[in-house]
């Protein structure tokens, strides 16, 4: 049994797997709360070892008929069931069970961000699930359901000299202090040789969106991995991007967007309340086509 430690996290594996644990350490390693995680036990077996078992008398609570993504709990356990990958997660364990190696990266990788936010939101009031950008003293975070255009705004963003901070998770502490899950930024393929293929990006690996189903590439871009220093309410504006990204969405829309990738820390309902608000007031709806005018305004 090979065994690798990442942090307090403990990764065995009956093979090898020294190749993705060193990506996965340039890519996650600089998330602090990966320290301070309990210990967590992530056992990595074949597929074929894997019975059903794992899912009698549990109850189905998700399912894509496209994709044939499954997930399964009860009290104990979580079920994440794919073609290729199955993962069962407990309180201080999980189990990863792969047919084809390439898909065993983004399921690890999956795995620890989830870790890492589970720590991170234990510390914190709240995190927005955003793309939070830089350039000067202008600051902006970028809000939009999973597939909306956050990872290509702030890419188009990149090549127009702001800094990425995160494209995927901020967290804001008591002192209203922003910190960001640091990872490479994932785009498919498509969009990669759509709008990007005169830009020079290093592709890292292939992976696929559990979610989704779709291929993406991990891009090695400069995130800048470091405490943010800044405060939420430097903020200077949060445009957030709908779902459809061909017309015009009812205003309305906006603030269920907002909320919907608000995730609530340690708040009681009050300061949930005010710190939704505050917040809010600072929303704008753009269209991803759009995105574009608000990074040039800024030259």
């Not at 047919?99 to 983004?106: F, N, T, V, W």
């Not at 699930?129 to 890419?155: E, M, Y």
């Not at 640091?182 to 979610?211: C, Q, W």
Request: a positive charge; hydrophobic letters at 35%; one cysteine or more.
């Amino acid at each position: 049994m090979n065994e690798y430690e990442f942090g307090k996290i403990i990764i065995k594996s009956l093979q090898n797997i020294t190749e993705e644990m060193v990506l996965l350490h340039k890519e996650l390693g600089s998330n602090q709360e990966l320290n301070r995680c309990k210990r967590h036990v992530i056992y990595i077996e074949n597929l074929e070892r894997c019975f059903e078992r794992y899912i009698v008398g549990m109850q189905r609570v998700y399912h894509n008929p496209v994709t044939g993504h499954e997930i399964w709990r009860d009290k104990e356990k979580t079920v994440d069931i794919t073609s290729n990958i199955i993962s069962v997660t407990r309180s201080f364990s999980s189990e990863i069970y792969y047919r084809d190696r390439e898909e065993l990266y983004g399921c690890l990788r999956g795995k620890l961000c989830e870790l890492i936010r589970k720590e991170a939101l234990a510390t914190s009031l709240y995190a927005i699930h955003a793309a939070l950008l830089r350039k000067g003293d202008d600051i902006i975070l970028i809000v939009g359901n999973k597939g909306s255009g956050k990872t290509s705004s702030a890419l188009r963003a990149y090549f127009r000299h702001w800094d990425i901070l995160t494209d995927e998770l901020i967290f804001v502490d008591r002192d209203k202090q922003i910190s960001a899950l640091k990872r490479y930024p994932a785009l498919s393929g498509k969009v990669l040789e759509r709008y990007f293929s005169n830009y020079p990006i290093e592709r890292v690996r292939t992976i696929r969106s559990a979610i989704t189903g779709e291929q993406k590439e991990l891009l090695k871009l400069p995130i800048l991995y470091e405490k943010t220093g800044i405060n939420v309410n430097c903020i200077s504006s949060i445009y957030i991007l709908p779902n459809n990204r061909n017309c015009f969405i009812e205003e309305r829309f906006k603030r269920k967007i907002f909320l919907n990738n608000f995730i609530p820390g340690n708040l009681d309902d009050t300061l949930l309340y005010q710190n939704c608000s505050s917040l809010y007031e600072k929303c704008k709806m753009i269209l991803l086509q759009d995105a574009e005018t608000v990074f040039s305004d800024s030259e």
